[in-house]
């Protein structure tokens, strides 16, 4: 192959590239993961290497210092490659927050509320483990090995469609004589059928293991659930390594559509394939015994993991390929469980509306009330669903990922050392960090709070401007102000963690949008927020967000606190329900069919709203009745 | 590889085997068909081949002539390789009857009265190309492809359950798009879902075949049949290449434990492929055009056409893997057909009951019928099945391929030359050929015929030995007599025709076995011939077989003649009105369930029976009253 190579210090890694290939993606293609952010546009300068040898040619970014130039610095996003590099991954940059530390993974737990789909009913996992004592054939009774089992397994699950593929077949004769025909027959639903998809010598039905995956744009949670006790075990996350070719899910698109879906593909089932070896090791236990990886999504995120073009989701009229595969083995795209394991990717309603929201509305069961409910999901894009038993419609807003910490300069994850809380202490701002670490960055939800905050201390006005003379922590930089919520010396990191007024406004246009998005649905559907009885805020923010400070912000309108519920992660928790129910499986699919989607891109009064929206919290501040107070001490700009 | 190499000539092939490789075994492997019918046991003598060059070994057979010897002729099943060979394959060993010539192709046909299920019942073919003109996506109505896809072909066959493989969701933005959403969907039925096999631009649905294929033990027939007009288009037939290993299953079964189960497969996958390829060439159709495989045949055949193990099935219980394999890609065994292709290989009763039994119930409709039914499908294994709409009940014989033509020195399938009819013409025998034909051996219906007309003629006894003096025809060569049917000048391969006592014997020996299961079978259910109200003889004769002749030599008892009827091969019958209708697959299922398999070898009367039943007709000849004539010429030895 003509081209380049380039070593990776202190990785000892080497590539070979093709001429023209960024910096970045030959990174990505060596296997390490860095810590950028923005997509490789140059914006959030985390992507910073120092070529050792090799020419990194002429252009710098200004995201560099003069100092860091003269070191050899380059920002890995904008350098292509036309010459053999050895380049060197500063610490910084590498992989810092690509995984989660283990003692931040019951963040990601949601706890065991939530297997009882309703009192009184068994459990059906997606696939079950059949300890079957079968008798030993005799002249009197010579049928097949095969309907021996099949006969065995139709009594005990109480169905008569059963397959079994040629290989399980053609194991049987050894595994029953070897056995003294004692088996376990793992058996798999497949849609209206049922597969053997393994038959063992003796009982091993005790170790029989599934994997719910939420596969957000920015992040990516695992939970490793064990099909006989009904519980958690464990779970871990990582950022999406696809955040490569984009923040957003249109960046990836473009970047599928010009470099190949499975591209992205491979991306996104590698993080996968770490997460669950991440949860095996943890645990003890084999992937063999990892039957099921149950998967939701946004559909842009679906058709990534199942390997299938996106280009007509991206244009109008924005049509998907499929919202609802059939199940199918895991190995079909590279997912590395037991052989034979199978992979349900959940369903969903359309290319902006995705299985994470049907599991979502799954968990919050507002398609079984008789009240009228509202669910925000609150990820890189914004869903939103109203409804109740009778009817659903839903959208989304394209929020990007400011709310989950991952678009700031000094955002990050929910782990340990993250500002998660900010309050207002003697007027000055104090902050609260995840674990009680010393701080590193600010997640989503002490973003939320921060900019709450600033508001109210009158610090930002509601155009989200630095107010001069408000602290003595605001400064300002090349005209753009910032506020310095932990200095030099406090952070772990040996860095100041601040939030800039860019920062700000990328919170205010996401909330915007969402909050937009509600309006246009409640008043195509003639209604007010008044008539909504729950509202569910949902979203991946680990265990905490503050109700307060996202009506502060106006997220969400300023009703009874009561009728607000913050239900963390709905699609994690919708999919190991559908886990672990057949009825929940067949909800999910009569969801899908009965909500409808209203895509907001066709309704012509939507910048309009957004427009409005775009104050902390609104123009129309009486939506707002908590946000007078903040009214009092700010003037719009 | 160690070893030796094997040139083949005239056909100029190479190959290396394993020392001590039968010579037979390299043939096989080199893909040479030869004639040889005795399944490397050295019997037939038709494996000859000259070494030309290399060490042929000191032992010689019987088999072989002096002259033949010194020019360098050797049996190839009995030639060990020991020495790098060059073998020349003479003319009349090679392949002569492997192929069934295109001519006579005709008598493997069944008719079209086989297809009305019922009058009024819609065809619904295993697999179905439906066209659909969808609608376009607009914003209003921007479903998924896939659901759009699936929604239309669910109000099309009315069904839910309809399942999608990855590639073909994959495939639907460039199909659908491209054609203008006018596409043809080919739709295959997996048990109780459908699966979308195909999606095609445009109106394909005028192409769309199925193969139907009777597997068995001694020939191959393949059908290829018209899904849109229920009709056949052709029918092909070849010798089963297994036979190398063995005339009958058992040796086949040793076989395929010694040399591993693939070895067989390959060699019947290889001969249906071959089929199909001629079927296709022949009839301007392309592979991509056949959709489907449908495969009946004895439970044996069916596991190696699986690749299954058959062990179980040769010991005692008798346990076949599987008598009712899941519909599964045809490419998963190596047919090759439409790339995503079906095979659907029918359900059999049990390990000595096969498929091929089913489709004959199902085809004659014994299972649907008030008046009681006794169906005898001859074949290398003789199949009786006796029941009416109540009940069924089973077992199998084994015959031997004598009746089928393929044991006797001068035997050969029912093609073009072949001695088809005999009868007495002035005290002398007079044939009659295939085709009106220069003879050149007897197929099945011609030594049926023959034995009976010997045993009229008072030429053999009721024993079938040869009576000296009775004919001039009558030779005794090594103790063994022969009548010479026809004489060398006579016969189309120069050489004379004949029947020997040894192949008498094998004739009575099968029917003998036949008949003994009926009258054990009738025995047990407390029953006599003359309460079976129909008499269905089956068999792979093409389109003749004398039923008087039968009755002479006691194959069927001696009965009205209108309650005998000869039905042909009922196996392909059977299963091509499986492959159209799903009434009949259901049906299939339900006679698989409810047909009694009663096990001869447990039964220790039978070989009592038998030993009665090896006189031509019977011992008992109040049983076959037409028999008294020949009673009178011929005493018992």
Redesign the interface.
């Known amino acids: 192959m003509p081209g380049f190579t380039v070593d990776f210090l202190p990785q000892n890694r080497r590539i070979r590239v093709e001429p023209g290939t960024t910096l970045l993606e030959a990174t990505s293609m060596a296997n390490i993961t860095l810590n950028n952010l923005c997509g490789g546009d140059g914006i959030c300068g985390r992507c910073k290497m120092i070529v050792r040898q090799g020419d990194a040619g002429r252009s710098v970014s200004a995201k560099l210092t003069r100092e860091e130039i003269q070191k050899g610095y380059v920002l890995a996003c904008q350098l292509q490659i036309y010459d053999d590099l050895v380049v060197e991954v500063p610490e910084e940059t590498f992989a810092r927050e690509k995984l989660i530390a283990d003692e931040d993974a019951e963040r990601f737990e949601s706890g065991d509320r939530e297997f009882e789909l309703r009192p009184g009913v068994e459990p059906t996992p997606v696939v079950r483990k059949l300890f079957l004592e079968l008798d030993p054939?005799?002249?009197a009774?010579?049928?097949?090995?095969?309907?021996r089992l099949?006969d065995a397994v139709r009594r005990r699950i109480g169905t008569?469609?059963v397959?079994?593929?040629?290989k399980i077949?053609?194991s049987?004769?050894d595994v029953l004589?070897d056995s003294g025909y004692r088996v376990t027959a793992t058996i798999g639903e497949?849609?209206?059928?049922y597969e053997i998809m393994n038959v063992e010598p003796g009982d091993t039905t005790e170790r029989n293991y599934m994997v719910v995956v939420d596969i957000g744009t920015t992040t990516i949670v695992a939970h490793l659930v064990d099909a006989n006790a009904v519980g958690t075990v464990d779970a871990k996350a990582c950022f999406n390594s696809g955040a490569v070719y984009g923040r957003e899910v249109t960046g990836r698109m473009m970047a599928a559509e010009k470099r190949g879906i499975h591209k992205l593909q491979a991306l996104l089932v590698t993080d996968i394939n770490q997460l669950i070896v991440r949860l095996v090791e943890g645990n003890g236990i084999s992937l063999r015994d990892i039957t099921v990886v149950v998967c939701a999504g946004n559909t842009v995120m679906s058709h990534f993991l199942?390997?299938?073009?996106t280009?007509?989701i991206r244009r109008?009229?924005?049509?998907?390929?499929?919202?609802?595969?059939?199940p199918?083995r895991a190995v079909?795209?590279g997912i590395e469980i037991n052989p034979r394991g199978l992979l349900y990717s959940l369903p969903g309603i359309?290319?902006w509306v995705g299985s994470d929201i049907t599991a979502g509305i799954l968990a919050t069961r507002i398609n079984e009330s008789g009240e009228l409910s509202l669910l925000i999901d609150i990820g890189t894009n914004g869903e939103i669903v109203i409804g109740n038993r009778e009817w659903l419609i839903s959208a989304s807003a394209s929020a990007g990922p400011a709310l989950e910490g991952a678009s700031e300069q000094c955002g990050m994850r929910a782990e340990g050392g993250a500002i998660e809380r900010v309050s207002v202490v003697d007027g000055d701002l104090a902050y609260q960090t995840i674990g009680d670490k010393p701080p590193k960055g600010i997640c989503g939800s002490g973003i939320i709070d921060l900019v709450a905050k600033l508001l109210e201390a009158g610090i930002i006005n509601r155009s989200g401007m630095m107010q001069n003379g408000s602290s003595d922590r605001v400064e300002r930089i090349d005209g753009i102000g910032r506020y310095v919520l932990v200095r030099k010396e406090e952070s772990r990191i040996r860095k100041e963690i601040f939030i800039t007024e860019t920062d700000i406004e990328n919170v205010i246009t996401a909330k915007a949008a969402i909050f937009a998005a509600m309006r246009i649905l409640l008043e195509r559907l003639d209604m007010e927020f008044a008539d909504i009885d729950h509202f569910y805020l949902a979203g991946s923010f680990g265990s905490y967000l503050d109700i307060e400070s996202a009506t502060a912000i106006g997220l969400i309108p300023n009703v009874d606190r009561e009728r607000i519920e913050f239900v963390g992660n709905t699609s994690v928790w919708g999919a190991k329900i559908a886990a672990f129910y057949r009825e929940a499986r067949n909800e999910l699919d009569r969801i899908r069919r009965d909500t409808t989607?209203y895509?907001l891109m066709?309704a012509a009064d939507y910048v309009e709203e957004f427009q409005k929206a775009m104050f902390l919290p609104h123009t129309d501040i009486e939506l707002f009745t908590g946000a007078e107070r903040t009214e009092r001490i700010i003037h719009v700009d």
């Open positions: 054939p005799t002249l009774d010579n049928s097949a090995d095969h309907q099949v008569s469609s397959q079994t593929g040629l077949v053609a049987l004769h004589r497949r849609s209206n059928t199942l390997g299938l073009p280009e007509s109008a009229p924005y049509v998907p390929l499929t919202v609802e595969p059939s199918f079909e795209v359309s290319g989607y895509d066709g």
